[in-house]
Structures are given as structure tokens and as C-alpha cells.
């Protein structure tokens, strides 16, 4: 499917809703919520990292692995090894009621989601190893083969898994030296103790995959692509940084300097990369992690962009921050090297949906020589069209921005359009009125709908939105910098099958298409 200009939308897996769901978006829910937004022209859905959070965590970018998907997304009724009869008694009365509390949140209940969904997929396994692992059924050898076939990430996964469990849930950095050091002795030990466990991390992990793919098959038969998200870098306390700490600067602090919403700067408490050391093996796990997103997705957005080119650094024990490398040159010339790999391995695969597989998140403070990297790269960057200002705090016209770029009005950490409007000052206001002829008496949704013909107008090939700019909602994703029970949790007004047979949702969906269309996307 290649498509030179496209519409698409951010909405997270988690913010799905459906009437079978189990109160998050599940992975067999993507072809029913894909075609839905086809209905409002939309033919990408940006989705935002799906892959395994620890226990308390919420934020997509605070994973526990750079490979492993969330068994939280597994469609528990799409599950060969739970036939009703088994579901029903894994959850008992009690649990009934605690799936039915969940899907009436207007929130992700995380904690609620995991622990409910674990303990019916532990039947699931059971039953598996029982009727089929033991039996050595066909069943049991495609397992077999799956683990053999990603074993360069699973077998890390599944045995840090393992090992961080049997530790209360405690991090590796506080673990037993021989464990913390991967002392072959030690790990051998690990497999042999905790084998049930190891299996069920790598059979999840199976099922996890095969929903994947037979989601994204349906999806290409309805010309919808998927747009995924890869975080900068990997969280200290991950099987990533456990089974490859010599890549990581461990000692130093990732974060950002300082700028108009920091004056000293941001500590992200995040491990930065060993970019020499990566280099010595010529980038395998970023190669490796390249080709992984490759396998699912059509496209995909690399975050923080610019830390490839540098990275700011500060030690744990000093307050002082530096760039590393320090030196423009070097910044570009890094850049250039890891970035051209990445790009290089992303060739090996069919091409997605639009002329680029990789997209660069390349807000905040980004250098020209950075820019300019990119575009020799053939890597298209953000148009954000209310930070589209020249000096003079003059909006940029988005009928000249780039071909090779995204164009959008908001992003997964700032407010939807519908909200922000409020926030611009008098001046920002008339200028995007007139930009995109605005009457001073339009309601919420005339001005909205204005707004999005503005975007589509745009030169860039790719424009994106929010499910809630297509639905007229104010509420956001995630507020940076803020810790709360808002945050990472939306979700859907109601059910897609709701929403698709209403007729003020329909009839706004017919009007978004019609720009759509109108716009060549």
C-alpha cells in the first residue's frame, strides 16, 4: 500500500474502547477501530509504544523492555486456550463484577486491568502446557519455534521476568552480584528454577505477536497503515539495560538543558546510550530494535530525535550537564552514522504506507545542522502548526511547509486544538482565523472543521490529529512534567460500536472526510 498523501490519526491502543473489551484497548480491537476511523478519511493511526510496563507503571515511555508488547493488550476472548466455560470460572463472581467496573471507567485502571487479565491468562497457560507443551502438539512446536526465532530479545526478557519476581519485584541493580552480572552458572540456575515461568513469559509473548499480525493483515485489507512510536531510550530498570549495561552510560543522567520551561535544565533519570561502545558491534541492538518496529509497524516516529545527534548528560553525583559528544561536528557526524543505520535497516523491509518508514520527532530546540541531516536523510520531521512561529511571532503558512514532513496542530503531550485555542493570546487568534478563514460568530465544531481544512491544505505529506480534535473533545493525554491519574489513562467517549451509530459523531465524521478527500488524502 503506498500512498503520497495521507490523514491519519494519534489515538493510543489503551484509549480503545469496545463492548467486549477488558477496560483498555486490546490488540484484536484494531481493525474494528481502523475501519471506524476510515469513515472520517483517516488511513494511518498513530499508536503510541505498546510495549511492557512494570507493575505501577503507566507512561508508555517507561517500559520494561524495548521488544516485549504488554500481555495487557492480549484480546483475552480472541484466546484459543480459554474456552468460555474455563473464562468464566477463572473469573468467578467476583471477578464479573470487577470486569464490569472496569469497562465503566472513563479511565485505564491499570493495576485493576493487569491483575484481572493476568489471572485469567495463567488459566489460559496452564491449560496450554497440560493439553498441548506436555503433549509436544503441533501447537506446542510453533511456541517452540517462536522462541527460537526471537530468542535475541525473549530469552533476556523472560529470564529478567523471572528474576525480578522472584525478588519481590526489585530491580536488577539490587540483586545478587552473580545475577546482576549475568554469571552463566547463575542464569543456568534461573532456567531450571523458574522454567514454568520463563514458558509463560514467552507464550504470552506468542499470543501477543499472532494478534499483532493478524490485526495489522485486516488492517491492510482496509488501506489503514499503522504509525508506531519508539521511545528515545530504555528505563535503567529494563531487561535491555540488564543484559547489556556496557551500552548504557549508567553513572550518567539522561534529561534536557536548559530552555524557557526549564532554566537548569531536566533530569529524566533515564540511562543515556554508550554510543562508542554500541558502535563496536556496529549498532546490533539498535539495528535489531529498527527491524523489530519494522515487523509492526507500517511507519514509525522516533522520539527525542535530536539525541541522536547528542545527548544531555549530566553525572548522578554532579548537578552540571553537558552535551555528549560536546563538539558540533562530532554531534552531526554521530547523528548522521546512527540515524543512516537505522534508515538502512529499515530499507530491507517493504515500503510503508508514505516515502519514509522512520519520522522524526524533531520539536523543542533542535540545531540546523540537525535538520539538515535529516532531510539528506529523506527522514520527514513535525509541523506543529501552533509552534510554526518566525521571530515575529507570525504564524507559518502551512501551504509551504515541507512535502517531507508531519503536520499536525497537537501531539500526545500537548492539549487537542479544540482546547488549546483557548490558551492563544488575541493576536494568535486572528492570525489563525484569518489563515483559515474563521467567522468571528463560528461555533466550536465551524472553527474546528476550519481548522482541520487548514491542515489538509497543508503541502506536507502526512497530517495528523487527535481522536478527540475529531470528536470535538477538550481533554488531553498526558500533561509533561505532572504525575497524576489523568495522565496516560484516556479513553474513548464510549464504545467504538456506540460511536459508530451515532449521528452527530457520523455526520461529523462525513464532514472531516469531505476535507479529506478535497485535500487529495
Request: with cysteine; net charge negative; hydrophobic share 40%.
Amino acid at each position: 500500500m503506498k500512498i503520497s498523501r495521507i490523514a491519519g490519526v494519534t489515538l493510543p491502543l489503551f484509549s480503545i474502547r469496545t463492548q467486549r473489551d477488558w477496560g483498555i484497548g486490546e490488540i484484536p480491537d484494531l481493525p474494528a477501530c481502523a475501519a471506524w476511523l476510515r469513515r472520517a478519511g483517516q488511513r494511518l493511526v498513530q499508536l503510541l509504544p505498546p510495549h511492557e510496563l512494570s507493575e505501577g507503571e503507566t507512561s508508555p515511555y517507561g517500559a520494561r523492555t524495548a521488544f516485549g508488547l504488554d500481555p495487557i493488550y492480549i484480546g483475552v476472548h480472541a484466546v484459543t486456550d480459554l474456552d468460555p466455560a474455563s473464562l468464566s470460572n477463572a473469573l468467578g463472581a467476583e471477578g464479573e463484577a470487577e470486569l464490569a467496573r472496569l469497562r465503566a471507567l472513563p479511565g485505564v485502571d491499570y493495576s485493576g486491568v493487569r491483575k484481572l487479565k493476568f489471572r485469567v491468562l495463567r488459566v489460559a497457560f496452564d491449560r496450554f502446557k497440560a493439553q498441548e507443551w506436555n503433549r509436544k502438539t503441533p501447537r506446542a512446536q510453533a511456541l517452540a519455534a517462536f522462541i527460537e526465532k526471537e530468542k535475541g530479545w525473549l530469552d533476556d526478557l523472560a529470564l529478567y521476568t523471572a528474576l525480578r519476581e522472584s525478588h519481590n519485584g526489585y530491580g536488577w541493580e539490587t540483586w545478587p552480584e552473580d545475577e546482576r552480572e549475568r554469571i552463566p552458572q547463575a542464569l543456568q540456575q534461573v532456567r531450571k528454577a523458574s522454567a514454568d515461568r520463563i514458558l509463560e513469559v514467552s507464550y504470552l509473548q506468542w499470543i501477543l505477536i499472532e494478534q499483532w499480525e493478524q490485526a495489522r493483515a485486516e488492517l491492510a485489507k482496509l488501506q489503514v497503515a499503522i504509525m508506531g512510536d519508539l521511545p528515545f531510550v530504555v528505563c535503567p530498570e529494563s531487561a535491555d539495560v540488564w543484559s547489556r549495561p556496557g551500552q548504557f552510560h549508567r553513572a550518567l543522567s539522561l534529561g534536557a538543558p536548559p530552555d524557557w520551561f526549564s532554566a537548569d535544565g531536566q533530569d529524566w533519570g533515564l540511562p543515556p546510550y554508550n554510543w562508542l561502545a554500541m558502535g563496536c558491534d556496529n549498532f546490533a541492538w539498535v539495528r535489531a530494535r529498527t527491524a523489530f518496529a519494522c515487523r509492526l509497524y507500517d511507519c514509525f516516529r522516533l522520539d527525542h530525535v535530536i539525541g541522536y545527534f547528542r545527548q544531555w548528560v549530566r553525572s548522578r553525583l554532579e548537578g552540571r550537564g553537558r552535551f555528549d559528544p560536546e563538539d558540533l561536528e562530532a554531534q552531526r557526524a554521530l547523528g548522521l552514522r546512527v540515524l543512516g543505520t537505522m534508515v538502512c535497516e529499515a530499507a530491507k523491509f517493504p515500503i510503508g504506507p508514505t516515502d519514509s518508514r522512520i519520522i522524526a520527532e524533531d520539536l523543542g530546540v533542535i540545531p540546523p545542522f540537525a535538520r539538515i541531516s535529516l532531510t539528506e536523510l529523506e527522514v520527514p520531521g513535525y509541523r506543529v502548526i501552533p509552534w510554526e512561529q518566525d521571530e515575529d511571532k507570525v504564524f507559518r503558512d502551512p501551504s509551504k511547509f515541507p512535502t517531507l514532513s508531519v503536520a499536525c496542530y497537537s501531539t500526545h503531550d500537548t492539549a487537542p486544538i479544540t482546547a488549546w485555542w483557548d490558551d492563544f493570546t488575541d493576536d494568535e487568534r486572528a492570525q489563525l482565523s484569518k489563515m483559515a478563514d474563521i467567522k468571528e460568530d463560528a461555533s466550536e465544531r465551524e472553527r474546528t472543521l476550519a481548522l482541520l481544512r487548514l491542515l489538509y491544505e497543508s503541502t506536507s505529506d502526512t497530517t495528523l490529529v487527535l481522536a478527540q480534535e475529531l470528536l470535538g473533545e477538550r481533554c488531553r493525554i498526558n500533561l509533561p512534567g505532572t504525575v497524576g491519574e489523568n495522565n496516560w489513562t484516556y479513553r474513548l467517549p464510549s464504545t467504538i460500536e456506540v460511536l459508530a451509530s451515532d449521528d452527530v459523531v457520523a455526520s461529523r465524521f462525513e464532514e472531516v472526510r469531505a476535507l479529506v478527500e478535497a485535500n487529495g488524502r
